[in-house]
């Protein structure tokens, strides 16, 4: 689990690097992040894969957005209203169950 966590920080981190115009070059930001120049490429790739618009600014000397971009990555809560209902099932897993009020009452969203 920790290698996990590792790599969201370095993704944290590399995101806040970018906002402030701090990478600096591939070998400078890898330093940075204390990772392999591999590693930062591969995160890199990643990043782009769930559509950052990660590029490099050979003016800027750094890491860019090239559209306006927000990274967020976790599990969040919400307060269930009405009909819904949290579902837990036998192996811990956790699912909302909504009761639909529409055309068929019964439908339910899980």
Do not use: C, H, W
Not at 36 to 52: D, E
Not at 83 to 108: C, H, M, W
Request: aromatic fraction near 10%; proline fraction near 2%; charge should be neutral.
């Amino acid at each position: 689990m920790r290698k996990i966590e590792r790599q969201i920080e370095v993704i944290e981190q590399l995101d806040q690097f970018i906002r402030l115009g701090e990478t600096g070059t591939p070998d400078q930001l890898a330093e940075k992040l204390e990772i392999s120049k591999t590693s930062l490429f591969q995160i890199i790739i990643a990043m782009k894969q769930l559509n950052a618009s990660i590029v490099f600014d050979i003016k800027l000397q750094s890491y860019v957005f090239e559209k306006s971009t927000n990274f967020r990555y976790g599990f969040y809560t919400r307060r269930l209203y009405g009909e819904e209902v949290l579902e837990v099932s036998s192996n811990g897993t956790q699912s909302i169950i909504a009761s639909v009020d529409f055309k068929y009452p019964s439908l339910r969203i899980v």
